[in-house]
T-cell receptor
Framework: AQTVTQSQPEMSVQEAETVTLSCTYD???????LFWYKQPPSRQMILVIR??????QNATENRFSVNFQKAAKSFSLKISDSQLGDAAMYFC???????????FGQGTRLTINP | DGGITQSPKYLFRKEGQNVTLSCEQN?????MYWYRQDPGQGLRLIYY???????QKGDIAEGYSVSREKKESFPLTVTSAQKNPTAFYLC??????????????FGPGTRLTVL
């Protein structure tokens, strides 16, 4: 069974600094998709960024980028120029190609210090 | 505006009672999902439906039931058989399993508390 592990329960960063959230996953599949979701205090899940496993180029969305290491099964999220609005729980998620199910990690709570 | 609505936002239930959580979407998505979130844990899949009148169990379906009579609606019933129903419940939808990313869009959630 596929599993997703986020080894950092909590992280904090100074406003305007850069922070990296870690995510590793376990799968025997070669074709899959990876996602980072943000859950602010409102608890609404918001998609931050996504990556297809067969694409070697790392995805970027404005201040958010990923470091996708397929061989190492690692999918970290980098947030540049951190803003107070980035404070939230961040969840890494995996979906096998053709499957419906998203497998989530346990989450990392990110605090932004002004 | 297109989106997913869940109601109510907060729900209280006495032990032994069944309760139904509503989920409606106007995104014209084929697939819909129910997740449960407990403190300190990620989301776990309860049920999902790829098409009207069809649904499949997820990882933690025991004590829950669903129906999918309309494309827009996917209500979740928490039955008295669910031993620990207090949790935050999230509904999601996606275009279809045929799309590449098939990214899921989430509703605002329902907080269920059993008294």
């Amino acid at each position: 069974a596929q599993t997703v592990t986020q080894s950092q329960p909590e992280m904090s960063v100074q406003e305007a600094e850069t922070v990296t959230l870690s995510c590793t996953y376990d799968t025997s599949e070669s074709d899959y998709y990876l996602f980072w979701y943000k859950q602010p205090p409102s608890r609404q899940m918001i998609l931050v960024i996504r990556q297809e496993a067969y694409k070697q180029q790392n995805a970027t969305e404005n201040r958010f980028s990923v470091n996708f290491q397929k061989a190492a099964k690692s999918f970290s999220l980098k947030i540049s120029d951190s803003q107070l609005g980035d404070a939230a729980m961040y969840f890494c998620a995996y979906r096998r190609s053709g499957a419906q199910k998203l497998v989530f990690g346990q989450g990392t709570r990110l605090t932004i210090n002004p | 505006d297109g989106g997913i609505t869940q109601s109510p936002k907060y729900l209280f239930r006495k032990e032994g009672q069944n309760v139904t959580l509503s989920c409606e979407q106007n995104l014209n998505h084929d697939a819909m999902y129910w997740y449960r979130q407990d403190p300190g844990q990620g989301l776990r899949l309860i049920y999902y439906s790829q098409i009207v009148n069809d649904f499949q169990k997820g990882d933690i379906a025991e004590g829950y039931s669903v129906s999918r009579e309309k494309k827009e609606s996917f209500p979740l019933t928490v039955t008295s058989a669910q031993k620990n129903p207090t949790a935050f419940y999230l509904c999601a939808s996606s275009i279809s399993s045929g799309s590449s990313y098939n990214e899921q869009f989430f509703g605002p959630g329902t907080r269920l508390t059993v008294l």
